[in-house]
């Protein structure tokens, strides 16, 4: 049983930050990527960042110079760092991660909210 809890949503103005975490426990074998994700009302679930087991990462344009994403494999965490937030950044943050070596399985998180007031 893997488990994902994504920690560090909640309610900011505009220009302001916020820092999600999220910690994979459980029967963990090899993390590969990790990633987070944003789901807004009514829209598709889209990638916000990614970053490899070795460190490299991926931004959506949107985000690219605002969002940090990093992780600690020590502690099994993927952060995400957001600065300058927006209304349009608000949605649910899933995290995701990549585990296996021959064979690969995704796991998510059950999401946390971010609203971004005006």
Same mark, same amino acid.
């Given at each position: 049983?893997?488990?994902?809890?994504?920690?560090?949503?909640? =309610?900011?103005?505009?220009?302001?930050?916020?820092?999600l975490?999220?910690?994979?426990?459980?029967?963990?074998?090899? =993390?590969?990527?990790m990633?987070?994700?944003?789901?807004?009302?009514?829209?598709?679930?889209?990638?916000?960042?990614?970053?490899?087991?070795?460190?490299?990462?991926?931004?959506?344009?949107?985000?690219?110079?605002?969002?940090?994403?990093?992780?600690?494999?020590?502690?099994?965490?993927?952060?995400?760092?957001?600065?300058?937030?927006?209304?349009?950044?608000?949605?649910?943050?899933?995290?995701?991660?990549?585990?296996? =070596?021959?064979?690969?399985?995704?796991?998510?998180?059950?999401?946390?909210?971010?609203?971004?007031?005006?």
């Open positions: 049983q893997v488990q994902l809890v994504e920690s560090g949503g909640g =309610l900011v103005q505009a220009g302001e930050s916020l820092r975490s999220c910690v994979v426990s459980g029967s963990i074998s090899r =993390l590969n990527t990633g987070w994700y944003r789901q807004a009302s009514m829209k598709q679930r889209d990638v916000v960042a990614t970053i490899t087991r070795a460190g490299s990462t991926n931004y959506a344009d949107s985000v690219k110079t605002r969002f940090t994403i990093s992780r600690d494999n020590a502690k099994n965490t993927v952060y995400l760092q957001m600065n300058s937030l927006k209304p349009e950044d608000a949605g649910v943050y899933y995290c995701t991660a990549n585990m296996g =070596l021959f064979t690969t399985k995704d796991f998510w998180g059950q999401g946390t909210q971010v609203t971004v007031s005006s």
